[in-house]
């Protein structure tokens, strides 16, 4: 079936000589294009917002104003149509200043050189068509750009949950299976002692080597097993899951750290106390490695449907704009919440510390009462 033939290019034709505007009008129509005319600004204006032109010809006696005031509403159109100015020999300051301000050509009065007009036009109606085809293949683009982001954003979802949820079952497994055997070898090493007491000194010394190997790897396996998912936060909520890794982080960098909260968090769901407790963690090593912060304080806002968490160093600081793209913690964080719907802001300058704030909307069933 044929496509429907598209109609003519509209040349919106203003002037207010009779005798130009009936030249003008004869000549477009001849070359085949379609007109419309107007005699001034009062009438012009509002033909731009009720038709869609392919070129504007301005043939005006005009103020300048008069004209920039088109060019404006021009400009204000995505696909805007663009402007020839005829000027006579007088007008030529105004008729530059238009130039000057996004006018695509000029042309001298009485325009009776016509084969100059049609050139002219022609060029314009062919510069228009080329910004079209660009327009289209920048909004083709900007959707493959942004179908492609949610694809990408969907896997990285998808891959951060299933992280998630590896690191809660190595951490299951690594606490009901190694930390049964550990315990079990140490009852086990307890009771050779009790039984050796008396032995020769070499025997004692070797298990007391053993008993102090079995406790360093009792400690390293609960340490990694905190580390992979604590279970405080699954046991005990996001609140205190927070003070426990405060109190983690001091003992640790000798960095003190204080957790402020305010509000319910008993129906938070998985997603939101993981992604929190995550940037907190986050926002801790990055102080520890870069800040060379005295104190940290943190604060847990949860209230009308939103969580907050916020934390505030007194260290080095930095400038937020000059962060380079490889910094992945930040990147991380970013991320994390964009997958949430929040949003990460940061306030810092050299020499005055940082203080970072993660945001992220709450769903209705956990809205704390």
Not at 199 to 210: G, I, K, N, Q, W
Not at 260 to 270: A, K, P
Request: net charge neutral.
């Amino acid at each position: 079936m044929d496509q429907p033939k598209a109609p003519p290019p509209l040349i919106l034709l203003v002037e207010d000589d009779p005798g130009i505007r009936r030249l003008c009008d004869r000549a477009l129509r001849a070359w085949g294009l379609r007109t419309e005319a107007a005699t001034g600004p009062e009438q012009a204006l509002p033909l731009l917002n009720r038709l869609t032109p392919d070129l504007v010809l301005w043939g005006l006696p005009l103020a300048t104003a008069d004209g920039l005031e088109l060019l404006r509403r021009l400009e204000d159109c995505l696909d805007a149509p663009p402007m020839v100015v005829a000027a006579s020999h007088d007008e030529r300051d105004e008729a530059l200043r238009l130039l000057a301000g996004g006018a695509y050509a000029l042309l001298d009065k009485p325009l009776d050189n016509l084969e100059l007009l049609r050139h002219t036009v022609n060029r314009g109606l062919e510069w228009r068509t080329l910004r079209q085809q660009r327009y289209r293949y920048h909004a083709r683009l900007q959707q493959d750009v942004d179908a492609r982001t949610a694809e990408l954003r969907d896997l990285s979802q998808h891959l951060e949950h299933a992280r998630e949820e590896e690191k809660r079952r190595i951490a299951k497994e690594l606490h009901d299976e190694l930390g049964m055997t550990l315990t079990a070898l140490f009852m086990d090493l307890n009771w050779l002692r009790e039984k050796l007491r008396d032995a020769d000194e070499p025997v004692t010394c070797r298990l007391t080597s053993m008993h102090t190997l079995l406790e360093g790897a009792v400690k390293t396996s609960r340490r990694i097993i905190r580390d992979l998912r604590p279970s405080v936060l699954d046991n005990l909520g996001l609140i205190a899951a927070l003070e426990w890794q405060a109190v983690e982080f001091n003992a640790r960098y000798r960095i003190p750290c204080r957790v402020e909260h305010r509000g319910d968090d008993n129906g938070l769901s998985d997603t939101t106390r993981i992604t929190l407790f995550r940037i907190f963690q986050e926002a801790l090593t990055n102080v520890a490695r870069h800040a060379g912060a005295k104190e940290i304080r943190a604060a847990l806002t949860l209230t009308h449907g939103r969580a907050a968490l916020s934390v505030h160093d007194d260290g080095s600081g930095f400038d937020p704009a000059r962060v380079s793209p490889a910094s992945h913690g930040l990147l991380g964080m970013r991320e994390r919440l964009h997958q949430c719907g929040g949003k990460l802001t940061i306030e810092s300058a050299p020499g005055r510390g940082t203080r970072l704030c993660a945001a992220l909307p709450l769903q209705p069933q956990e809205v704390p009462a």
